[in-house]
Nanobody, 128 residues
Framework: VQLQASGGGLVQAGGSLRLSCASS????????MGWFRQAPGKEREFVAG????????KYVDSVKGRFTISRDIAANTISLQMNNLKPEDTAVYYC??????????????????????WGQGTQVTVSS
């Protein structure tokens, strides 16, 4: 599975960005997908995740109500719509795939160690 993230950029506080992640694998529907971010000097943290069926989603508390994760199974892509961005959202954002075929179709992991494949990251910078 190869993942390609895109859509990052520079935006003012209160603005919006939409990140996308394209998967090259033919078994996209077997994977839950997640977005993580890493700011300078900090550990990589879970931001949002969506189950392989699309019925389950999870968000870190700091983005609830502002970010929305979605997936298009037919197109092998996921997206992260980020609204009302804040300077503390500044980070490199990574998409990741977690093979969950042997788990429930609504399962979403938040632990980065559970994810099997990672994209290259896209920079999001929010100015104040």
């Amino acid at each position: 599975v190869q993942l390609q993230a895109s859509g990052g950029g520079l935006v003012q506080a209160g603005g919006s960005l939409r990140l996308s992640c394209a998967s090259s694998g033919r078994t996209f529907s077997s994977y839950a997908m997640g977005w993580f971010r890493q700011a300078p000097g900090k550990e990589r943290e879970f931001v949002a995740g969506i189950s392989r069926s699309g019925r389950g989603t999870k968000y870190v508390d700091s983005v609830k109500g502002r970010f929305t994760i979605s997936r298009d199974i037919a197109a092998n892509t996921i997206s992260l719509q980020m609204n009302n961005l804040k300077p503390e959202d500044t980070a490199v954002y990574y998409c990741a795939a977690d093979f969950t075929y042997n788990r429930g179709s609504s399962y979403v992991a938040t632990d980065r160690n559970e994810y099997d494949y990672w994209g290259q990251g896209t920079q999001v910078t929010v100015s104040s």
